[in-house]
């Protein structure tokens, strides 16, 4: 059984302080990226690179690769955590400029400050310079999971296009985008985290699991978070998926179960969500049909899977935190 639940932010900070020398020199490998870039990038991947996230995807690869018997040096770890990080941050550049989106982290996007033809550039340095984070790793199947990881969230983006508006798509569908464009991230994560905790192939890919079910909690409740369900001091605009079109699980909940004026009502105020009180009559009927609290269920059962495999690591106060951090995950608030 999971532990009881205390706030996420607070478990995130502890995790952060229990793995503090590697995310520190994580943070020197990402800024020697922007030190050593050609002038007129390196001035705004500093910029880029100030506003700083939660962190979360690096953490948990420190607090995996601590959990072994095998201590990796803070220079192997601090490398592939920069790597994760930089492909995260690459996507959210290229995510901004699909989505519109004006504020990330409480301050403006890139393509918002410099304008989209640089912002795409940006990002397509950073990516590269992911890779390049990890070039040398002495375990040649780091830089191959990060690739790979780098090529399915593409390909989990590029699906979730092809089905923006669709007002009948499957769960099926859905799961393999969240699969894709969060979930791999958090999985390479996890498993380059248990490679560098000297785990062998079945630790590493029951590691790899347990990040992917962690990665589509973290992205359902993302979705909630987007329409303010169980949402504070979100770094975010509200409702930017319902503006972009995104049919999210919320809403599929509720496509199973209505009839087909239930379903033509939804249909038309989903085509006019910029209108200024439509968003709030969505919220409304989609809490009729109890389809947030189905997708809360949905990621906690995720939360669960992750849980139950993070029990089976080695124990440590590292493998203590992790199990921390995915007990608290459904009661995140940004």
């Known amino acids: 059984m999971a532990p009881n639940k205390a706030d996420f932010q607070t478990v995130l900070s502890q995790a952060r302080e229990l793995v ?42 420190c607090l995996i690769a601590q959990s072994g018997e095998q201590k990796p040096s803070s220079q192997r770890v601090a490398h592939a955590c920069a790597g994760i990080e930089l492909l995260h941050l690459a996507s959210l550049v290229h ?63 590029i699906l979730e296009l092809d089905y923006t508006g ?3 798509l499957s769960f099926e569908t859905y799961d393999k985008i969240i699969d894709g464009k969060t979930a791999s991230l958090i999985a390479a994560a996890a498993r380059i985290g248990a490679i560098l905790a000297g785990f062998d192939k079945e630790q590493a890919d029951q590691c790899a699991e347990m990040g992917s079910h962690f990665g589509i909690a973290f992205q359902i409740i993302d979705d909630l978070l987007d329409y303010g369900f169980g949402s504070k001091n979100l770094d975010k605009a509200k409702f930017t998926d319902l503006g972009n079109g995104l049919i999210t699980l919320p809403l599929l909940y509720y496509f199973a179960d209505c009839n087909e004026q239930e379903r033509s009502e939804m249909e038309s105020l989903i085509k006019n969500a910029e209108q200024a009180d439509v968003p709030e009559k969505i919220i409304a009927l ?22 139950e495999i993070a029990e089976s690591l080695p124990g440590s106060q590292f493998t203590d935190e992790i199990i921390q951090m995915f007990s608290s995950m459904d009661n995140r608030g940004n």
């Open 20 to 61: 503090k020398e590697q995310l520190a020199q994580t943070e020197k490998v990402i800024f020697d990226v922007a030190k050593k870039a050609p002038a007129g990038i390196s001035e705004r991947l500093e910029s880029l690179f100030s506003r700083k996230g939660k962190r979360i995807r690096s953490t948990l690869l």
């Open 95 to 157: 995510d901004d400029i699909i989505d519109g989106t004006d504020i990330r982290r409480g301050q403006k996007t890139a393509h918002k400050e410099w304008g989209t033809q640089v912002a795409v550039l940006i990002g397509d340095y950073v990516l590269s310079q992911s890779m390049q984070c990890v070039i040398d790793e002495e375990s040649h199947d780091i830089p191959t999971v990060l690739s790979k990881a780098a090529d399915k969230l593409i390909a989990g983006e």
């Open 166 to 168: 669709d007002m009948h």
């Open 286 to 307: 989609l809490n009729n049909k109890d389809a947030f609290k189905k997708a809360k269920a949905k990621a906690q059962d995720h939360l669960e899977k992750a849980l």
